[in-house]
C-alpha cells in the first residue's frame, strides 16, 4: 500500500515536476494548482502541511501538474485569471488577460474623471476583461464588445452574466467594422500587436497555447492599428477618447497612424516595467 500524499509532500513534489520542466514560477504554481485540486484556499494549504490528499484530489493534481510541464498557462488549467477588481473565466479561445492592460482601464478613469463614459466600445474584447472592468468603473454606461471568434464572444457573455453585468452588455461576432455608424464615448482596444517574426521569442504557454489572432498583426505588428484606426475617429462622440494598447517601441507608430487618422495622442501610460503601454487619443471636434 502506498503512503497517502500529504500537502507538504504535493507541493514539493509540484515543484521539483515544474522546475525540471522549465517553469520559472515553480513554487507558486504548485500551489495554485494544489489549491484547485483540493478546492481550498492558500490558508489551508499553509497551515496544514501534514493533512492528506484524497485519490481524487491526487489524481486532479497529477493531471494538472502534467498540463503545466507541458507549459499549458495557469489560465488555462484554472480556466480563470484576475483583472482588474474581478476574476474572469478564460479558455483558449481567448486571451488571457494581463496586468498591463490594466493600465487601459487606469488612463479611462483618470481621463472621465470629470464626466463618466456612457456609451462603451470595445474591439476585440475577447475575455470582456477591458470591456467589463469599464462598465464596472462607469455604471452607469452600457458597452458592445466586439470580437471575431465566436468562442470569445461567448467567453465574454459569460462573464457578464457572471458578474452582473449583462444588462448593460451586448458582445457582437464580427471584425473591427461591426461597429461602424455606433458612436462611443470610449473606444478601447488591445488588438493583436506582436510583429509575425517575434513569434519564436515567445514563451511556449503564449506561443503555443493563447490564439494566434489575437497575438499576430503582420511585419511591424502594426497591421491591426494600420486596419482599425483610420475608421474610428468617426466613432467617438465629441469629447470622447480611444484608449489603445499598444506594445513595447510602438508608441511612435501608433502615434502617427492616430494623427494620420485625425487624432491627437492626448495621453501615454506606463505599465509596472516602466514600458509605454497604452495611448489615449481624442479628435478635435469643430
Ligand atoms: N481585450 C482583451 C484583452 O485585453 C483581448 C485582447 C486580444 O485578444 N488581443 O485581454
Same mark, same amino acid.
Given at each position: 500500500m502506498t503512503m497517502p500524499l500529504t500537502i507538504e509532500a504535493a507541493l514539493s513534489a509540484g515543484r521539483t515536476a515544474l522546475d525540471g520542466a522549465g517553469v520559472e514560477t515553480a513554487t507558486l504554481d504548485a500551489r495554485l494548482l494544489l489549491e484547485a485540486a483540493m478546492d481550498a484556499g492558500t490558508a489551508r494549504i499553509v497551515a496544514e502541511p501534514d493533512q492528506a490528499l484524497d485519490t481524487r484530489q491526487e489524481e486532479r493534481y497529477r493531471s494538472f501538474l502534467e498540463r503545466r510541464r507541458n507549459r499549458e498557462p495557469i489560465s488555462l488549467i484554472l480556466g480563470r485569471r484576475a483583472f482588474w477588481k474581478d476574476e474572469f473565466v478564460v479558455t483558449a479561445d481567448t486571451l488571457t488577460p494581463r496586468p498591463d492592460s490594466e493600465t487601459l482601464i487606469e488612463l479611462a478613469v483618470e481621463h472621465f474623471r470629470r464626466g463618466a463614459p456612457c456609451r462603451i466600445l470595445d474591439l476585440? /474584447?475577447? /475575455?470582456?476583461c477591458l470591456l467589463l472592468s469599464a462598465l464596472r468603473e462607469f455604471p452607469d454606461a452600457a458597452g458592445l464588445g466586439v470580437d471575431l471568434s465566436p468562442g470569445a464572444c461567448g467567453v465574454a457573455l459569460r462573464n457578464a452574466r457572471t458578474l452582473g453585468l449583462d444588462s448593460r452588455t451586448r458582445i457582437i461576432c464580427g471584425?473591427?467594422? /461591426?461597429?461602424?455608424?455606433g458612436i462611443f464615448d470610449l473606444i478601447l482596444c488591445n488588438p493583436?500587436?506582436?510583429?509575425?517574426?517575434?513569434r519564436e521569442t515567445l514563451s511556449p504557454e503564449v506561443r503555443e497555447f493563447e490564439p494566434r489572432q489575437a497575438l499576430f498583426a503582420g511585419v511591424q505588428g502594426l497591421d491591426a492599428y494600420r486596419e482599425l484606426v483610420p475608421e474610428l475617429a468617426a466613432n467617438l462622440a465629441p469629447g470622447g477618447a480611444l484608449i489603445v494598447e499598444i506594445g513595447h517601441g510602438q508608441g511612435p507608430g501608433v502615434s502617427r497612424i492616430l494623427m494620420e487618422s485625425?487624432?491627437?495622442?492626448?495621453a501615454r501610460a506606463r505599465d509596472l516595467a516602466n514600458r509605454e503601454r497604452c495611448l489615449l487619443a481624442t479628435v478635435a471636434h469643430t
Open positions: 476585440g /474584447t475577447g /475575455t470582456g471584425d473591427w467594422g /461591426t461597429a461602424i455608424g493583436p500587436y506582436i510583429a509575425d517574426r517575434e485625425g487624432f491627437c495622442v492626448a
